[in-house]
């Protein structure tokens, strides 16, 4: 099957993740790893190493760890937002902020890190079958 941006829905999805905490870092991880339909091909500690890397390669969704504030998380996702093929954005906050995506369609979503370990694994599922 062929979702609307021409993903294979049978094969793996490509995930990087940008935090420069290693308990965020690992729990993203963990949690990617233990749905198989998803693999992690990257990990970023900054905007500037995260932005090269979805130049580089091309991730299917990219998942912004909870240590920038507002403002950088919504330059960084417009910035990734802008490049051919942009992969999905799921942003891990510590507050429910959603203004970076009030004009985005599809499942990009903002997580609060007091529920990302019940409502990652939901999203991730949304984004597959997207």
């Known amino acids: 099957l062929i979702s609307e941006r021409g993903i294979m829905q049978n094969r793996q999805l490509r995930v990087l993740i ?27 500690s900054s ?11 091309l991730p299917d969704l990219f998942i912004t760890g ?21 992969p999905f954005c799921i942003a891990l906050t510590l507050s429910e902020f959603s203004n970076c995506f009030d004009q985005q369609l599809g ?8 529920s990302f370990g019940s409502k990652l694994p939901e999203i991730l599922n949304e984004v597959y079958v997207y």
């Open 18 to 44: 940008v935090s420069r905490f290693g308990a965020h870092q690992k729990a993203i991880q963990a949690i990617c790893a233990s749905l198989p339909q998803f693999t992690i091909i990257e990990t970023a």
């Open 47 to 57: 905007s500037r190493q995260a932005l090269e890397m979805v130049r580089n390669s």
């Open 66 to 86: 909870a240590n920038l504030d507002e403002n950088q998380v919504c330059e960084l996702i417009s910035q990734v937002k802008k490049m051919p093929k942009p």
């Open 107 to 114: 499942p990009d979503q903002v997580i609060s890190t007091r």
